[in-house]
């Protein structure tokens, strides 16, 4: 019987169960796979693309470089450029907990070295703040009695002696050991519990503890926390080298344990105050580092620069690969070059401090311009601040800068502009007589103006306009208003810009006041009082300003302090003299120089003289505007001068403000002025014309 010997295929029913049971599984497991790619990547695949582009994609703004602010100085008869504002890396101090041994003794010496001599000093300062206010109720108590007003002087004075002398009293000395211990006591404990906060924590690799720190700061600390009575160390063993504190020697680097530094790069100023009224300084302003006050605000935008972008990707061993596409260079800040020069601005200052001390004045300004141009050669007030430190300030007013800022009613010295009005109308001439009785009633005022010097001297009698700025003398100054009226009175003290910022560039600027003669029917008290420089307010600027116009041939200028902007790119901004108008004839103008000469020569400004040279000016001493009238004790004092007198080169005003011990501007700002105006004109080797 034949046979078939073919295999037959099984049927399904024929497989075994656990082999269904595996197939099943492998097609669910490849549908859920299918599945998962469908989420992966159409459904979430934007999702995960930007996750995958943040691990191998880099991203970051690159900060441009903020440009200097730079003032010439002369070096071996050289014209160079000296740093006003820079950039400069200092060191960023902090700890590494997770290496510190024993926190409570790094905190201890943390606090000996920075906070102890931080309340040395706040014990100082609140001691002197005692006395001085001690001094002004004294003060205040003697000049509320009935005692003469020389018998008032010789008090004060008295006063002021007795409260400098107690500064050099064992007593002295003594109370201020108590007050520091106390100190010490309240903020020891206090300061250590921060420290600890931050050097006891184990584990922590980084805790900030200070910013900004000099090399000089950085290398004291490191001796300090390093030296010991079996190896002492001195910050002059020590030097920086990049981001490491090493022995000068041996090149040894010197650790400590659970500190480091690293370096950043912070806004410099090399000269400290000399010109912190005109640079300003960077800080936080609206939540970013931007300029803030002077040049720095002013021009901020030129300065700052513009920041540039960096997209990249990772590549092998962490090496960016940049497409051109998405990288943006930074463009660094401008640099300012200012009209100054080094060393007259340091000289100007360093006068003006003496003569504050000297004086024990509440502050003063001196300001230098060149009087045909209108550039700024010299600027500083006083008190002032260090914009390296700025935070450390008692008052933030101080940021202001008075120059330009601060009002004041400025007396006599805008004597000069009342006469330039009158002779410009040719409503008198230096000859002109009139009747001085000493003092005069105005109508709708109930008591006489009088002048300054009529206690002593009554009246003057039949005077020309000569003496009338000769011995400046109130009654004349009204005289010569009335010539002209109060409206063209007004019309002239605008014209000369009062009233009105002079737009100089550095930042916030008072327009000073004169609303008294801007009303269409002006009172004759407020013509009469403006006349002799009360009961207006100017900048010391804009006082200034007004005699540069008068050396200048009568025509007003803007003043101005930056000279060029060079930017990153090449290109240079040039600043020109900018003449603003006309405010009186080259004869007026050339005929009020010759009437201030007379002034100096044989009026209150005798101390100005400087041998070779003729030179005019006028003194000011005005009454402080207090709530309700004007102080009895304190004046500012006001000299402006013009050198030389036959071609003007320099105009430059001195301020006291408040003076101690001299009762008229001749003996304070008349001596300042001629110490600075020496060295200018030595400085600038101004030709000698007077023999």
């Keep these: ?98 290496d510190i041994k024993n926190p409570q003794d790094l905190a201890d010496k943390l606090f000996d070295f920075f906070d102890k001599p931080e309340l040395e000093a706040k014990a100082k300062r609140e001691l002197e703040a005692e006395l001085k206010n001690n001094l002004q109720k004294e003060i205040d108590f003697i000049n509320a009695s009935e005692y003469s007003a020389e018998d008032k002087a010789a008090r004060i004075k008295a006063a002021q002696d007795l409260a400098l002398a107690k500064k050099d009293k064992a007593d002295w000395q003594e109370m201020q050991e108590i007050l520091l211990e106390r100190l010490i006591k309240e903020k020891r404990e206090e300061a250590i519990a921060a420290y600890l906060k ?63 530094f690293n370096l950043q790069s ?61 990288y943006t260079r930074p463009e660094d800040g401008s640099d300012l070059i200012l009209t100054m020069d080094r060393s007259v601005q340091f000289q ?75 002779i410009d109308q040719g409503k008198v001439k230096p000859s002109t007589t009139y009747k001085d009785e000493g003092q005069i009633m105005i109508k709708g005022w109930p008591k006489p103006i009088s002048n300054s010097d009529f206690s002593t001297k009554g009246a003057h009698g039949v005077v020309d306009m000569n003496a009338v700025l000769e011995n400046s003398l109130n009654t004349g100054a009204i005289f010569a208003m009335r010539q002209i009226g109060a409206k063209t009175f007004a019309d002239y003290v605008k014209n000369f810009g009062f009233g009105e910022k ?9 327009a000073g006041n004169i609303d008294n003669l801007l009303k269409n029917n002006i009172r004759e008290i407020d013509a009469a009082t403006a006349s002799f420089g009360q009961g207006i307010a100017v900048t010391p600027l804009q006082m200034l300003m007004s005699y540069q116009a008068l050396a200048n041939q009568g025509e007003l200028m803007k003043p101005y302090i930056v000279q060029e902007i060079r930017h990153s790119n090449g290109q240079v901004d040039e600043f020109k003299p900018h003449p603003l108008r006309q405010v009186v004839s080259e004869q007026t103008a050339n005929t009020i120089l010759a009437m201030l000469v007379n002034v100096v020569e044989s009026g209150h400004a005798k101390g100005a003289k400087i041998p070779g040279y003729y030179i005019g000016g006028k003194t000011g001493t005005a009454q402080v505007a207090t709530s309700g009238g004007y102080s009895t004790d304190k004046f500012i004092h006001t000299f402006i001068g013009i050198v030389p007198i036959d071609n003007p080169q320099i105009v430059m005003l001195t301020k006291i403000d408040a003076p101690k011990g001299a009762a008229y501007a001749e003996s304070t700002a008349v001596p300042l002025w001629h110490d600075i105006a020496d060295f200018l004109l030595k400085y600038y080797q101004i030709p000698k014309t007077r023999k």
């Design 348 to 422: 100007a200052c360093s006068y003006l401090e003496e003569a504050v001390a000297k004086f024990k004045a509440e502050g003063g300004s001196v300001i230098a311009v060149n009087a045909k141009t209108g550039a700024i050669l010299a600027m500083c007030s006083v008190p002032n601040f260090n914009p390296n430190n700025y935070k450390d300030v008692s008052d933030i007013k101080v940021y202001n800068n008075p120059a330009i800022i601060y009002q004041y009613e400025p007396g006599s010295v805008f004597k000069v502009i009342t006469m330039a009005a009158a």
């Design 198 to 260: 931050k050097l006891d924590k184990p584990g922590d690799p980084y805790e900030p503890l200070r910013e900004k720190l000099d090399d000089n700061t950085l290398l004291s600390l490191y001796a300090f926390l390093s030296s010991s009575t079996e190896r002492p160390v001195a910050a002059s063993d020590l030097e920086r080298r990049l981001d490491k504190v090493v022995f000068k020697e041996s090149g040894e680097e010197l650790k400590i344990e659970g500190i480091a």
């Design 266 to 326: 912070y806004r410099f100023y090399p000269e400290n105050n000399m010109a912190s009224h005109i640079v300003g300084f960077v800080g936080m302003a609206n939540d970013k580092v931007s300029g803030r006050y002077g040049l720095e605000e002013f021009f901020n935008d030129e300065l700052a620069g513009r920041a540039g972008y960096l997209k990249g990707e990772r590549g092998v061993s962490n090496t960016i690969i940049v497409n051109d596409r998405e």
């Design 1 to 98: 019987m034949w046979r078939d010997y073919r295999q037959k295929s099984p049927t399904i029913s024929s497989i075994n169960p656990r082999l269904r049971l595996f197939a099943a599984l492998i097609f669910l497991l490849l549908a859920a796979i299918v599945y998962r790619l469908y989420f992966l990547q159409v459904s979430q695949g934007d999702w995960y693309a930007a996750l995958a582009s943040g691990q191998h994609q880099i991203s970051s703004l690159l900060q441009p470089v903020r440009g200097k602010i730079m003032l010439h100085e002369k070096l071996n008869g050289q014209d160079q450029l000296y740093p006003l504002a820079t950039n400069k890396d200092f060191s960023f101090l902090y700890a590494v907990p997770k």
């Design 502 to 510: 002079s737009g100089i560039e550095l930042g916030s600027e008072s």
